[in-house]
């Protein structure tokens, strides 16, 4: 593989020189030398040493996408949405997919330390309620060895973070299905460790506002993917006084929802309205179109890679952007007959 001495052999020149100009330097160097030396590099197919540079420079200009799962398409878009923004500042981003184990998140945590990648951009993995001590070990081990974090999808102290306000999302598409005249109102949560909480409030405060009594018969919880979707949904339509919509937390479960009415001969919207948190491409193309809770997941994305950004070019503020949902009307939902 070529290096600078060669470059430098061929053109005649120093060493020195050679690094200037690849290096984009701006020591005063005639153009005719500069353009030389890069036909030269081009001629010995040279590619930089990385790690030399990274050795000189304290950076390897790598940044770890540490998300629970691959499968959801919620994390992929916002992974994206991070490359794209960490790409254009020149940095390297790598996926690192914990598959929801928190096992897996530390043993990650342990590698982007050895690999000294330059920052992290992390989304928790939370089953249980006890996970959350182990992301925060992970995050202050990740501190201790001063690499840059911003997290997103949860709340930490002492780190920057993009959040949703999914409290208001949830309480907006309670709202909705209640001004379409549904009263009896299904809602299928998530982990206890991960959705829970803001998203519940919404529907719960919503129902109260409008003095709409709490039926625990009508609130389940799911795992977030398409089969909790499809047996939560069963569940909840099987109930003696089944549920007129149903409020799943996010767009897997959801469709399952969509699956369950379709294998109980249950006509969507007319008999059953459905509304989901989150988007995709896959919301839109199901029969029947699905309403959905969207998330900014563009601008979270791109919002996340820019508070790393601020960190890696030295600004120390720690700093908590809170973005809006918005209620996207489609086919899934209609006023109660």
Do not use: W
């Not at 997290?151 to 208001?168: H, L, M, N, P, W």
């Not at 309480?171 to 829970?196: K, S």
């Not at 989901?276 to 919002?303: C, K, N, Y």
């Not at 890679?305 to 120390?316: D, I, M, P, R, S």
């Amino acid at each position: 593989m070529a290096t600078i001495y060669d470059i430098a052999k061929m053109c005649n020149v120093s060493t020195a020189t050679v690094s200037r100009v690849l290096n984009g330097s701006d020591h005063p160097i005639h153009p005719d030398t500069r353009d030389k030396i890069l036909d030269a590099a081009k001629k010995l197919n040279y590619r930089p040493n990385t790690i030399a540079k990274s050795l000189a420079s304290g950076k390897t200009h790598t940044i770890a996408l540490l998300i629970p799962t691959i499968v959801n398409d919620y994390y992929t878009q916002i992974a994206e949405a991070m490359e794209d923004e960490l790409s254009q500042a020149g940095y390297i981003a790598y996926l690192c997919n914990t598959k929801r184990s928190v096992l897996k998140e530390a043993e990650y945590v342990e590698n982007l330390i050895t690999r000294q990648v330059d920052g992290v951009i992390f989304s928790p993995t939370r089953v249980k309620p006890e996970d959350n001590i182990k992301n925060l070990e992970n995050i202050e081990e990740l501190k201790k060895n001063k690499i840059n974090i911003v997290a997103f999808g949860s709340r930490f102290e002492g780190i920057s973070q993009v959040a949703v306000d999914t409290y208001k999302g949830a309480y907006n598409a309670t709202r909705y299905l209640i001004e379409l005249g549904h009263r009896r109102i299904g809602f299928i949560d998530g982990l206890t460790a991960g959705t829970r909480g803001n998203r519940r409030r919404g529907y719960i405060d919503a129902l109260k506002e409008e003095g709409i009594s709490i039926d625990d018969n009508l609130i389940t919880g799911g795992n977030l993917d398409l089969d909790s979707g499809y047996t939560k949904g069963m569940e909840l339509l099987n109930t003696e006084n089944p549920p007129t919509a149903i409020f799943a937390v996010n767009n897997l479960m959801a469709i399952g929802v969509l699956k369950a009415a379709r294998a109980m001969d249950l006509h969507v919207p007319r008999e059953l309205s459905v509304i989901g948190f989150d988007d995709s491409i896959l919301s839109e193309l199901i029969e029947p179109s699905l309403t959905v809770v969207r998330q900014p997941i563009e601008e979270m994305g791109a919002t996340a890679a820019k508070l790393l950004l601020e960190q890696l070019n030295g600004k120390e503020d720690v700093k908590t952007v809170t973005l809006q949902p918005t209620l996207i009307k489609r086919d899934s939902c209609a006023c109660v007959y």
